[in-house]
């Protein structure tokens, strides 16, 4: 599976943006997604996973971003969408899409595969 992010960029604070996860070479709707991020100096650490089919498409959140971002995907257009709405400064950081088969994982290790990342910058 290759993965490319796309959507990052500058917001102030209270702002959103919506990334995308694009897919291509396998069958998308099989692959469990997650997105990462990593600020300067911080290990990568898990924001958010859909399921694949197999999984029931469910949904997981880690609890900084409970209610402020929604993760989802289209699997008509292979591509996986997070948006983050009620940005904070603290939500900076290189944003990476990444997918392994049917269920999610919150541990880096277990994905398979990984987007280049999109930067994301929130101004106060």
């Known amino acids: 599976v290759q993965l490319v992010e796309s959507g990052g960029g500058l917001v102030q604070a209270g702002g959103s943006l919506r990334l995308a996860c694009a897919a291509s070479?396998?069958?998308?709707?099989?692959?469990?997604i997650a997105w990462f991020r990593q600020a300067p100096g911080k290990e990568r650490e898990f924001v958010t996973a859909?399921?694949?089919?197999?999984?029931?498409?469910?949904?997981t959140y880690a609890d900084f971003v409970k209610g402020r971002f929604t993760i989802s995907r289209d699997n008509a257009k292979n591509t996986a969408y997070l948006q983050m709405n009620s940005l904070k400064t603290d939500d900076t950081g290189v944003y990476y899409c990444?997918?392994?088969?049917?269920?999610?994982?919150?541990?880096?290790?277990?994905?398979?595969?990984w987007g280049q990342g999109t930067q994301v910058t929130v101004s106060s």
């Open positions: 070479g396998r069958t998308f709707t099989n692959y469990a």
């Open positions: 990444s997918a392994r088969p049917d269920y999610y994982s919150r541990y880096s290790s277990n994905y398979d595969y």
């Open positions: 859909i399921s694949g089919s197999g999984g029931g498409g469910t949904t």
